[in-house]
């Protein structure tokens, strides 16, 4: 009987020796596999933190006016100017705002007032094409050749397509010497301009300066650059400077409408300047709104906050971040005929 019992207790012993070491390798598994879930969230953690610091905003393509089709978008498959294979947005327009009303462009007459007429840009002002200013055109720019109506006061503009066109021209005929040139809406019949942006902007260790601050065809070594800067949200180009130059050269004015946009048959209408009339984003924080995105996939915001503050920490593209919005673009002043200095990301070629 007593050798039985030896037998039992040692069998128990053994089997509770067996369980203690069953129980103490589970619970080792469970402590790794805790420790496990606390670095993949200390992982993700990181992760967030480096998305933070990059903060790369994409493109909200529910911004855009699309109300009355004159802005069609899709998704589609692009490469950009560095290579990448990404996701682009196609943004096909009908060449005119839904938004707003466009012109009038050009006064009748020399006694009209700023309703009749549109705006000029000028050494980084912006001045009512009213009929006095018309009418002072040799003094403003002191040069006697100026005289843009007859002896009823009545202005000399351009009134069928074919003026348009011929007058628009930069070879533009000597016939149309002191003609102010406006290109109506209704010559734009059936024509279609496509944009395609990144989704997700991907930003470049150099940036591209456009021509006209300073940089080639581009930037530097560059020649495939875009000269459209971007796109407003209602489909609209912003596009390069207009060649004042040029167009006061031939002793013409071409004028743009209260919305800082004017027309060509080749590019419909399209804007110099940002002067608040497209469709604009607010921002809750009262940073200036957003108008639109430059062909990168950055944001382009109206050039001064809802209290009238210009930023004043803009790079040479105009340009800087904050944690809200990423990097973005703010526009040059209405006067200066620009919007933004160049490209910080890959673009669509």
């Known amino acids: 009987m007593i050798e039985k019992n030896k037998y039992f207790v040692l069998t128990c012993f053994l089997l509770a020796f067996t369980a203690i070491g069953f129980i103490s390798c589970s619970s080792d598994d469970s402590s790794t596999s805790d420790e496990a879930v606390i670095e993949e969230d200390d992982t993700e953690t990181d992760n967030d933190a480096t998305d933070?610091?990059?903060?790369?905003?994409?493109?909200?393509?529910?911004?855009?006016?699309?109300?009355?089709?004159?802005?069609?978008?899709?998704?589609v498959p692009c490469?950009?100017?560095?290579?990448?294979?990404?996701?682009?947005?196609?943004?096909?327009?009908?060449?005119?705002?839904?938004?707003?009303?466009?012109?009038?462009?050009?006064?009748?007459?020399?006694?009209?007032?700023?309703?009749?007429?549109?705006?000029?840009?000028?050494?980084?002002?912006v001045y009512d094409v009213d009929g006095a200013f018309v009418e002072n055109m040799a003094t403003f720019y002191n040069d006697p050749n100026w005289m843009m109506y007859d002896a009823n006061g009545d202005i000399y503009i351009t009134d069928t397509q074919?003026?348009?066109?011929?007058?628009?021209?930069?070879?533009?005929?000597?016939?149309?010497?002191?003609?102010?040139?406006?290109?109506?809406?209704?010559?734009?019949?059936?024509?279609t301009q496509t944009w395609t942006i990144p989704i997700?902007?991907?930003a470049q260790d150099s940036?591209?300066?456009?021509?006209?601050?300073?940089?080639?065809?581009?930037?530097?070594?560059?020649?495939?650059?875009?000269s459209t800067r971007g796109v407003a949200l209602n489909g609209i180009e912003f596009s390069a400077p207009a060649p004042v130059d040029n167009i006061l050269g031939a002793y013409t004015l071409a004028p743009f409408d209260d919305a800082g946009g004017h027309i060509n048959v080749h590019q419909g209408y399209h804007y110099h300047a940002a002067?608040?009339?497209?469709?604009?984003?607010?921002?809750?924080?009262?940073?200036?709104?957003?108008?639109?995105?430059?062909?990168?996939?950055?944001?382009?915001?109206e050039l001064a906050d809802s209290s009238g503050v210009e930023a004043t920490d803009l790079d040479e593209l105009r340009g800087h971040s904050d944690d809200t919005r990423g990097y973005h673009y703010h526009v040059d002043a209405a006067g200066n005929n620009n919007f933004i200095d160049g490209l910080k990301g890959a673009y669509v070629n």
């Open 52 to 75: 933070e610091d990059t903060n790369t905003v994409s493109v909200d393509a529910s911004y855009f006016y699309t109300t009355d089709g004159s802005v069609t978008i899709t998704t």
């Open 79 to 125: 490469t950009l100017s560095d290579g990448t294979s990404t996701d682009c947005y196609q943004i096909v327009t009908t060449s005119l705002p839904g938004d707003h009303e466009m012109g009038p462009w050009c006064p009748g007459n020399i006694e009209d007032d700023a309703t009749a007429g549109g705006i000029w840009l000028e050494g980084g002002e």
């Open 200 to 202: 997700t902007p991907v």
């Open 207 to 226: 940036p591209v300066l456009f021509t006209t601050a300073g940089g080639g065809p581009g930037g530097p070594g560059i020649t495939t650059a875009p």
């Open 275 to 301: 002067t608040g009339f497209s469709t604009k984003i607010a921002q809750d924080d009262g940073h200036a709104a957003l108008i639109g995105y430059a062909l990168d996939g950055y944001g382009i915001y």
């Open 162 to 191: 074919e003026d348009c066109e011929n007058a628009a021209n930069p070879d533009v005929g000597e016939e149309y010497e002191n003609f102010c040139v406006e290109c109506l809406p209704s010559y734009i019949t059936d024509l």
